[in-house]
C-alpha cells in the first residue's frame, strides 16, 4: 500500500469525520450542528427569560399592579413555551435535550421604569439570538431547522413593539403607574393560542 493510500485512509477513518463528510452538519468535537448547539443553548436563555419576566411581575404584584404584573406572568409562561417548543424540535430531530442551567435573573429595581426597560432589552437580545440561529441553519443548510425558527421571528418582532409601546406608555405616564394599569386593561389584556405556533415538549402553558 503507497503511503498516500495509507494516508487517506486514516483521514477516512481513523481521523473521526473526514474534512468532506457531513461538514455542514457535524462537528468532530460534539457530534452536534453548530445551528444544534446555538439552539441547545437558546433553550436555556429562553427558560431565563421566563424567570426574569416572573421576577419582574412579582415587583409589580407586590406593589399592587395587578394588569402589569399579570402582563409580566403571561410573558413568563411564553417563554417557557418557546424553550420547551425548542426542546421538541431537538427531541424531534434526533438530539439528545441536555437542557442549560438558568442564568443569573435581576430583582433589585427602584422604579417601574427600569422593569420595562429590562425587558425590552431582554426582547431585543434574544432577537438577535434567533437570528443569529437563523443564520447558522442557512449557513448548515438546515432547511427544516431554518423554517422552524421563520414563527420566532415573527413572534420577536411582536414581543419588541410590545415591550417599547410599553416604555413609552409608562414614559408618558411620568411616575402615574395607575395609567399605565389602565392602557394594559385596555390593549393588552387580550389572549389567544396561536395555532401556527410549534409544538412544546410537555402541555402549553402560556
Not at 134 to 145: F, H
Request: aromatic share 10%; charged share 25%.
Amino acid at each position: 500500500m503507497s503511503d498516500i493510500t495509507s494516508k487517506l485512509i486514516d483521514k477516512a477513518f481513523f481521523g473521526g469525520y473526514c474534512v468532506t463528510m457531513n461538514a455542514t452538519t457535524r462537528t468532530s468535537e460534539h457530534g452536534l450542528s453548530k445551528f444544534h448547539r446555538l439552539l441547545l443553548d437558546q433553550v436555556g436563555h429562553e427558560f431565563t427569560a421566563s424567570h426574569q419576566y416572573f421576577a419582574l411581575a412579582a415587583w409589580f404584584d407586590e406593589r399592587d399592579l395587578p394588569g402589569v404584573a399579570r402582563l409580566f406572568y403571561r410573558q413568563s409562561l411564553e417563554e417557557r413555551d418557546h424553550a420547551t417548543m425548542m426542546v421538541r424540535y431537538l427531541i424531534d430531530n434526533g438530539v439528545a435535550p441536555d437542557i442549560p442551567g438558568v442564568g443569573e435573573i435581576r430583582t433589585d429595581f427602584a422604579e417601574p421604569r427600569e422593569l420595562v426597560a429590562l425587558a425590552l432589552r431582554q426582547e431585543q437580545q434574544v432577537t438577535e439570538q434567533i437570528k443569529q440561529l437563523a443564520e447558522a441553519a442557512r449557513d448548515e443548510r438546515d432547511y427544516t431547522g431554518e423554517q422552524f425558527l421563520n414563527w420566532f421571528l415573527q413572534e420577536q418582532v411582536e414581543e419588541v413593539s410590545t415591550m417599547s409601546t410599553l416604555l413609552n406608555v409608562v414614559d408618558r405616564g411620568n411616575g402615574n403607574m395607575f395609567d399605565v394599569e389602565t392602557w394594559v386593561h385596555r390593549e393588552l389584556s387580550g389572549h389567544s393560542d396561536d395555532p401556527h405556533a410549534p409544538e412544546t415538549a410537555g402541555p402549553l402553558v402560556g
